[in-house]
């Protein structure tokens, strides 16, 4: 289309650390792609190994997957997509010819693509995706606010891995970054009234209080295995923070017959005594990961949830953003994210004007 710049601003990562704003070339679109312009691009806890650790699978690349934006092209082929629309994108991009695509699970394909990993992301002005990627977002939901449904998608499918959320019940979230918070919000929105939030920072166990939680406990200060064992043990677990220690320690918090949950990615070797071991088994404790969150039909019903709950005011997520860059400022906002002193949760790309 004639209003479509040949060039655009983009962070481009051109080796372990360099982190470049610069003109490059706006993406030319597949018969089965549309271009977003991008409004808003959150950083992602996975983002940082690819910026600050030499994690990347290519240079240079562009990465960036929770994003929010305006269609403004689309592909020859595409029918039911239409320029204007306000949307956010799956950022998987399954094979859809391996065993496990065909079974319906998408999340588990072997040969899958990456928007923003894999391939090109949306730190820059414009992104092409497949149009089948494409989730719409309502009037009354900003671009910042869509930004933040990729990670509430996350949070969705761990609990959803969890089974049947039973109301009347009790859990536990271990971790208060951005998937711990919006995994409180979300059990909340499904009933739970008793959800504990566990970490170590006061300033996010406030919020966490703030946004909801039945009690915001400091794991510095209160032996939590004594707590719970106190104060009674919960049905449903979640570890967010991949932190080895916790990823054992919430085994002990949960009821027999109760549910754990891995969300988070472990840092480390996770050991746990055969004491706790014995808890496993004596208490038949269902124990299960969660990965990504793509189910069928492609990308899921955990999509279709987000924007709802952010739609309906059910999860609140402006909180959360608590910085806000232009593209222009690149490296700052990821030394933000990675201050402990800053007190960043969800950072945020957006573009002004735009």
Partial sequence: MSDIPSMMKALVIEADKVLTYKDIPVPALEPDEVLVEVKACGICGSDIPRVLHGGT???????GHEFSGRIANVGSNVADVEVGERVTVAPLV???NCEECEQGHPAMCGHYSFIGSRRQGAMAEYVAVPARNIVRIADNVTYEQAACIEPITVALHGIERAGAIVS??????????????????????????????????????????????YEAINSKNVDVVSYFAEHGLVDYAFETAGVPFLQAQILELVKKKGAVVYIGTAHGDVTFSAKTFEKILRGELFITGSWQSFTAPFPGSEWVAAAQLLESGKVKVDELITHKFPLSDGMKAFATLTDKTSGAIKVMYTMEGR
């Fill in 57 to 63: 699978h290519f240079y240079p690349i562009t990465v």
């Fill in 94 to 96: 399954p094979c859809q």
């Fill in 168 to 213: 009347g019940k009790s859990a536990i979230v271990y971790g208060c970054g951005t998937i711990g918070m919006l995994t409180m919000e979300c059990l909340k929105a499904k009933g739970l009234e008793r959800v504990y939030a566990i970490d170590i920072d006061d300033n996010k166990l406030a919020m966490a209080k703030k946004l909801g939680a």
